[in-house]
């Protein structure tokens, strides 16, 4: 399978244009990362047992 750089360079131009209109958006999107991250964590954490606080 080949990568498809043009849908790269598309996704990416878009992301350049919101963070131009935007300039919180990084900060934004980072936080909603680290929701995804928490979650993905606490689930494996539940799955295996195991309590981990946050840091």
Same mark, same amino acid.
């Given at each position: 399978? $080949?990568? +498809?750089?043009?849908? @790269?360079?598309?996704? /990416?131009?878009?992301? /350049? =244009?919101? /963070? *131009? $209109? +935007?300039? =919180? /958006? %990084?900060? *934004?999107?980072?936080?909603?990362? $680290? *929701?995804? &991250? +928490?979650? %993905?964590?606490?689930? %494996?954490?539940?799955? @295996?047992? &195991? @309590?981990?606080?946050?840091?």
């Amino acid at each position: 399978m $080949q990568p +498809d750089f043009g849908q @790269s360079a598309a996704y /990416l131009k878009r992301w /350049l =244009d919101a /963070l *131009k $209109q +935007d300039n =919180d /958006l %990084i900060f *934004k999107a980072a936080a909603e990362a $680290q *929701k995804a &991250v +928490d979650h %993905i964590n606490a689930t %494996i954490a539940a799955a @295996s047992g &195991v @309590s981990h606080a946050a840091a």
